[in-house]
């Protein structure tokens, strides 16, 4: 009897630390999987005075600083993001949405490689008034952001 109690026991406990082995094997999978998910959005100040790795991926978010924009051969496009207080080059290759244009809101989502942005996503506003909430923060923080009229149908 004395016997099959320490079995049962024993038996529990493995149960127990197969189980645990598991969950932090589920766990670290996961995290590994998401790794490459997680985009932070970073103002072009926050870029400029603390600039990410070297491809790593990452959102840029500002305006389209009027006067930089660029146009290359077929699908290429390079101007700058700007929050009023920095300005971080951008390059990209492939259609644009229809409401980019200097001055307007923009988040560019790509990699820093020699101190250029060089982006494979961009995110233009979808009406003539929307701004993601981040860009219109660091806006307000560079002291740049102007709110639209309360009149124009605006959020």
């Known amino acids: 009897m004395a016997g099959l109690k320490n079995l049962r026991k024993r038996r529990r406990v493995q149960i127990i630390v197969a189980a645990f082995v598991a969950l932090a094997l589920a766990t670290g ?12 959005f970073r103002s072009p100040s926050e870029v400029v005075a603390a600039p990410p790795p070297e491809g790593e991926v990452f959102r840029i978010g500002g305006l389209v600083e009027p006067g930089s924009l660029v146009r290359g051969e077929g699908t290429q496009i390079r101007f700058s993001v700007t929050d009023g207080g920095a ?8 259609i644009l949405p229809d409401l980019f244009g200097e001055g307007e809101g923009v988040v560019a989502q790509g990699r820093l490689v020699n101190g250029t942005v060089q982006a494979f996503e961009i995110l233009a506003k979808h009406d003539e008034t929307y701004m993601p909430r981040e860009v219109i923060d660091a806006l307000k923080e560079q002291g740049v952001y102007v709110a639209p009229d309360a009149g124009d149908g605006g959020s």
């Open 29 to 40: 999978l996961i995290g590994y999987a998401m790794k490459d998910g997680i985009n932070f």
């Open 87 to 94: 300005s971080v080059p951008v390059t990209y290759d492939g």
